[in-house]
T-cell receptor, first 112, second 113 residues
């Protein structure tokens, strides 16, 4: 069965540095991949979507890459700020399959 | 303001007492879905709806019912709640499917005693 892996250990990073999160998957060939941010007690908030024919997507200080050979997506937050502290979820999907498969999330803590 | 609204936000109830969690969106979205989020398991889809009167099971539909009589509303019904349905529930919507940004509500924390 499909498996989506995000690091269960929190990423502690100094303010101003680049935070990099990994989303690995097996037994799955997603057509697109999404990243969400979730704060405690709140619902996930959409950040970026990248499709299988795209290598990289950017939005302000965020960058996502998608490597279908490595079966991996990397999520980068450049010039990280304490306000970036949250849990980040990756989600994978296929066209014609009405299910989004979510990873368990990876917490980021930005230290001032 | 564009939003997905869930009610109630918190509920403590007892086994077997039917309950409904409401979900409403004001963005004229066609696609709506329900998820539950449990520690160590992540978000799992319960039911989804492609449009009015069109619903289908997600990954964990047992013990739940839904209906989609109007485009904006997608209630989640627990006919006979059990303790294993204690969880954090999220409703989400998108313009027309999953290959688009999903807009989530702020969640409903259910405790079934």
């Amino acid at each position: 069965s499909q498996k989506i892996e995000q690091n269960s250990e929190a990423l502690n990073i100094q303010e101003g540095k680049t935070a990099t999160l990994t989303c690995n998957y097996t037994n799955y060939s997603p057509a697109y991949l999404q990243w969400y941010r979730q704060d405690p007690g709140r619902g996930p908030v959409f950040l970026l979507l990248i499709r299988e024919n795209e290598k990289e997507k950017r939005k302000e200080r965020l960058k996502v890459t998608f490597d279908t050979t490595l079966k991996q997506s990397l999520f980068h937050i450049t010039a990280s700020q304490p306000a970036d502290s949250a849990t980040y979820l990756c989600a994978l999907g296929k066209y014609g399959n009405n299910r989004l498969a979510f990873g368990k999330g990876n917490q980021v803590v930005v230290i001032p | 303001e564009a939003q997905v609204t869930q009610n109630p936000r918190y509920l403590i109830t007892v086994t077997g007492k039917k309950l409904t969690v409401t979900c409403s969106q004001n963005m004229n979205h066609e696609y709506m879905s329900w998820y539950r989020q449990d520690p160590g398991l992540g978000l799992r889809q319960i039911y989804y709806s492609m449009n009015v009167e069109v619903t289908d099971k997600g990954d964990v539909p047992e013990g739940y019912k839904v209906s989609r009589k109007e485009k904006r509303n997608f209630p989640l019904i627990l006919e006979s709640p059990s303790p294993n349905q204690t969880s954090l529930y999220f409703c989400a919507s998108s313009l027309s499917g999953l290959n688009q940004p999903q807009h989530f509500g702020d969640g409903t924390r259910l405790s079934i005693l």
